[in-house]
């Protein structure tokens, strides 16, 4: 059974760009949840897409926005990048729903910002 | 304030020995509690979960303990093996928000042959 799929695995730009995050999740989950990893703040939770809507929301700024299309694949977009979000985005799906299940995560990608 | 606390960054046990993980919480509304191994340069990936209506879960080497009254939960592993060598995140989420996992800073196990 393949995994939650992350593209591209590594990505350089400069401050000012913009960027956009792909996360296919396992066959079957709908509910897909983006988070940030950096060293100084650890695992800060992003998003939630279930069905295509926006479920939850962290406390991060406009910048950082996503979608997730009816397939339940998700993108994620960071605009006017900042050095301050140099971090390993990771994505996680789970089935979804209200009972409690795992999410699962992909292996991420690796942003840097010159 | 951090809501999910791994006061202990390090750990280090000799192999066939018991780890012992520690996690503690400060929202009551938490009700589903999950374990991660994390390895460099990979996702995190999912060891073991309890629910608030459960006080322990077991499987296999893992058995996780939940303290409600204090808060506190435990991940333990049992043999340890040094393949277990990795960075172990506890996390939470409450009803209502199960997409929103919020995450211990971790506890680095090194187990040691």
């Known amino acids: 059974k393949a995994g939650v799929t992350q593209t591209p695995r590594y990505l350089i730009k400069t401050r000012g760009q913009q960027v956009t995050l792909s996360c296919s999740p396992i066959s079957g989950h709908r509910s897909v949840s983006w988070y940030q990893q950096t060293p100084g703040q650890g695992l800060q939770f992003l998003f939630e897409?279930?069905?295509?809507?926006?479920?939850n929301k962290g406390n991060f700024p406009g910048r950082f926005s996503g979608r997730q299309f009816s397939n339940s694949r998700s993108e994620m977009n960071v605009s006017t990048l900042e050095l301050g979000d140099s971090a390993l985005y990771l994505c996680?799906?789970?089935?979804?729903?209200?009972?409690?299940?795992?999410?699962?995560f992909g292996d991420g990608t690796r942003l840097s910002i010159l | 304030d951090q809501q999910v606390k791994q006061n202990s960054p390090s750990l280090s046990v000799q192999e066939g020995r018991i780890s012992i993980l520690n996690c503690d919480y400060t929202?009551?509304?938490?009700?589903?509690f999950l374990w991660y191994k994390k390895y460099p340069a990979e996702g995190p990936t999912f060891l073991i979960s309890i629910s608030s209506i459960k006080d322990k879960n077991e499987d296999g080497r893992f058995t996780v303990f939940l303290n409600k009254s204090a808060k506190h939960l435990s991940l333990h592993i049992v043999p340890s093996q040094p393949g277990d060598s990795a960075v172990y995140f506890c996390a939470a989420s409450a009803w209502g928000s199960q997409g929103n996992l919020i995450f211990g800073k971790g506890t680095k196990l090194s187990v040691k042959p």
């Open positions: 929202n009551s509304m938490f009700d589903y």
């Open positions: 897409y279930f069905s295509e809507t926006q479920r």
């Open positions: 996680a799906s789970s089935f979804g729903g209200y009972s409690n299940q795992p999410q699962h």
